[in-house]
């Protein structure tokens, strides 16, 4: 039986050095951060947890926010005659799979992570129906895809973990956001968030941070000590993604 005083632990304590490469932080081109004041704000709040490293990720989708390497690094410069010399920012984008995805793809208009991985998302509401085709053809372009907050697709969800574990054949890895650890987007996106860290299946960790109020939850997440157990080495293995 569990006692009620089982020690707990912070995320934040096992955060400095990290990198965190899911947020929203580029001012102005998405639904994260409006200005380049808000920006900063999010990164000093980044730095009260030991975070000065990034990589900024603005939502790449054909019909909301069609930004491009000439959208992403004209908002990462009007940072970075701001930022302190212990910040260290890169670009890259989340990717929604979609057919302008397809387009950029094909007119090789990316900016991978570390020129290897793509940051990758679905709908809430279902998967693209050419799924397969678009992973083939990420693939094929040498890139391996990083499927963001897999625990977020409630469509996805069941006891067996079928779904996953056929997109985990296909090449995925997966990135779960620090916020599912809490009930911030559901109790039923939390409970799946332990069971794929239960089953081993969460590859990397990071914020998606949009706001600041995002890293005030992140600093106050408790884990039991079975859960630090578990986050340990999803932590380790995002950091030693960046050496």
């Given at each position: 039986?569990?006692?009620?005083?089982?020690?707990?632990?912070?995320?934040?304590?096992?955060?400095?050095?990290?990198?965190?490469?899911?947020?929203?932080?580029?001012?102005?081109?998405?639904d994260?951060?409006?200005?380049?004041?808000?920006?900063?704000?999010?990164?000093?709040?980044?730095?009260?947890?030991?975070?000065?490293n990034?990589v900024a990720?603005?939502?790449v989708?054909?019909?909301?926010?069609?930004?491009t390497?000439?959208?992403?690094?004209?908002?990462?410069?009007?940072?970075?005659?701001?930022?302190s010399?212990?910040?260290?920012?890169?670009?890259?984008?989340?990717?929604?799979?979609?057919?302008?995805?397809?387009?950029?793809?094909?007119a090789?208009?990316?900016?991978?992570?570390?020129?290897?991985?793509?940051?990758?998302?679905?709908?809430?509401?279902q998967?693209?129906?050419?799924l397969?085709?678009?992973?083939?053809?990420?693939?094929?372009?040498?890139?391996?895809?990083?499927?963001?907050h897999?625990?977020?697709y409630?469509?996805y969800?069941?006891?067996s973990?079928?779904?996953?574990?056929?997109?985990?054949?296909?090449?995925?890895?997966?990135q779960?956001?620090m916020?599912?650890?809490?009930?911030?987007?559901g109790?039923?996106?939390?409970?799946?968030?332990?069971?794929?860290?239960?089953?081993?299946?969460?590859?990397?960790?990071?914020?998606?941070?949009?706001?600041?109020?995002?890293?005030?939850?992140i600093?106050?997440?408790?884990l039991?000590?079975?859960?630090?157990?578990?986050?340990?080495?999803?932590?380790?293995r995002?950091?030693?993604?960046?050496?």
């Amino acid at each position: 039986m569990l006692s009620i005083f089982q020690k707990k632990t912070f995320l934040a304590d096992l955060l400095p050095g990290f990198t965190d490469f899911h947020n929203h932080l580029l001012p102005g081109i998405d639904d994260g951060a409006d200005t380049a004041t808000d920006s900063l704000n999010i990164i000093e709040k980044f730095n009260e947890l030991g975070i000065n490293n990034f990589v900024a990720t603005p939502h790449v989708m054909g019909e909301f926010y069609p930004n491009t390497p000439a959208t992403i690094l004209p908002a990462l410069n009007k940072l970075k005659n701001q930022l302190s010399k212990d910040t260290q920012i890169q670009v890259s984008g989340e990717y929604m799979m979609d057919q302008f995805l397809l387009e950029q793809l094909e007119a090789e208009n990316l900016l991978p992570i570390l020129e290897k991985y793509l940051l990758v998302e679905m709908s809430y509401f279902q998967a693209p129906i050419n799924l397969e085709e678009i992973l083939f053809k990420i693939q094929n372009q040498d890139l391996k895809p990083i499927l963001a907050h897999p625990e977020r697709y409630a469509f996805y969800h069941s006891k067996s973990l079928v779904k996953y574990k056929d997109l985990k054949s296909r090449g995925c890895d997966f990135q779960l956001n620090m916020l599912s650890l809490t009930p911030h987007y559901g109790i039923g996106i939390q409970k799946t968030a332990f069971q794929l860290l239960e089953n081993g299946m969460i590859d990397y960790i990071s914020s998606d941070a949009h706001k600041v109020e995002h890293l005030e939850k992140i600093k106050n997440i408790k884990l039991t000590k079975k859960q630090h157990s578990l986050l340990e080495p999803v932590v380790n293995r995002s950091k030693s993604l960046f050496g």
